[in-house]
């Protein structure tokens, strides 16, 4: 049995929002590190709150959703919200959890430094569609696009595709010599039928 202090009851499960701990009732969670589970009326250590919930030290009680005013998201490891993700895990603002892989729709992509999901990658770093992280070099495939600071699989016009760099050129490599092929838009060694290499403007 449980003291209810509020009904000077003993009851078998706490009522009106109230939580049981140590034989007692309370409105709010006594112990450091327990929170209030609606589903059990009980005070419980985060791995005891109800599946799909999370202790959320910012309102003591196991909650569905992390407090976005407190800027916290869900980590399913530790079933806590938590201020930061921890690596390999990125801080999803869509999902509102420590997610190993950042949203795709809309996109955003995980950046290292912070372990953030961003929409837009720091300048000098690409958002690469492939893993969805804010990378330095694109994958094979792909180029780096300063214009939008993503990875592409077809340059911007009047740029070519350098699969030595993996980068979106405006001028081909000269050593060895390359040329900008205008319809396929990579950087290639020998022109295509009916192409002439232009050797003073690597195209």
């Known amino acids: 049995m449980i003291s209810d202090s509020n009904y000077k009851l ?9 939580f049981a701990s140590g034989g007692n009732c309370y409105a709010i969670c006594p112990i450091s590190g327990t929170y209030a589970d609606q589903d059990s ?11 799909g919930l999370f202790a959320d030290p910012s309102k003591g009680a196991c909650v569905r959703y992390c407090d976005i005013a407190s800027n916290s998201y869900a980590d399913t490891a530790s079933r806590t919200c938590l201020l930061n993700c921890a690596s390999p895990l990125f801080a999803d603002n869509i999902t509102r959890t ?4 950042c949203t795709s729709i809309p996109q955003y992509y995980g950046l290292n430094s912070s372990r953030l999901c961003v929409q837009n990658c720091p300048n000098g770093t690409f958002g690469d569609p492939t893993n969805n992280l804010c990378v330095i070099k694109c994958a094979n495939g792909y180029y780096g696009d300063r214009n939008t600071w993503t990875c592409v699989t077809t340059c911007p016009l009047s740029y070519f595709g350098d699969n030595s760099t993996n980068m979106c050129v405006s001028t081909c490599p000269s050593s060895p010599k390359y040329f900008g ?3 396929a838009l990579i950087c ?7 192409l002439f290499a232009d050797p003073l403007n690597n195209r």
């Open 181 to 183: 092929d205008p319809f």
């Open 41 to 51: 009326q009980s005070c419980v250590v985060p791995s005891g709150c109800a599946t």
């Open 98 to 101: 420590c997610a190993s892989v």
């Open 188 to 194: 290639v060694f020998n022109c295509s039928n009916g």
């Open 10 to 18: 003993c009851v078998q499960r706490c009522y009106n929002n109230t």
